[in-house]
Nanobody
């Protein structure tokens, strides 16, 4: 059973930083596209940032451009989300996603594997 294991969420004050990590358990994802989504109660799960298989292409939601950075490490097997200058509106459950196809993707339907989610709370 393939699993994505997320870590790094928590409580932070507005203006602070957090770094989320996502690594697979059960196989490697070096050739997979990956992404971070977030969801708040009653809302749809929306893409925050996406990255292609080798890290050469990235996509960011307008609301996080210039503040968040998505990257890959550990032989492309791990994906990170560096979140800077956090705002209260960034509060959400953040999900890591992976898919065996290699190009960028921003829709939930384009990802086959999901993590369990990690809570990020930004206080004013």
């Amino acid at each position: 059973q393939v699993q994505l294991v997320e870590s790094g969420g928590g409580l932070v004050q507005a203006g602070g930083s957090l770094r989320l990590s996502c690594a697979p358990s059960g196989r490697t994802f070096g050739s997979y596209r990956m992404a971070w989504f977030r969801q708040t109660p009653g809302k749809e799960r929306d893409v925050v940032a996406a990255i292609n298989w080798n890290g050469g292409s990235t996509h960011y939601a307008d609301s996080v451009k210039g503040r968040f950075i998505i990257s890959r490490g550990n032989g492309l097997n791990t994906v990170y989300l560096q979140m800077n200058r956090l705002k209260p509106e960034d509060t959400a459950v953040y999900y890591c996603a992976a898919d065996r196809r290699s190009g960028l993707a921003t829709m939930t339907t384009e990802y086959d594997h999901w993590g369990q989610g990690t809570q990020v709370t930004v206080s004013a």
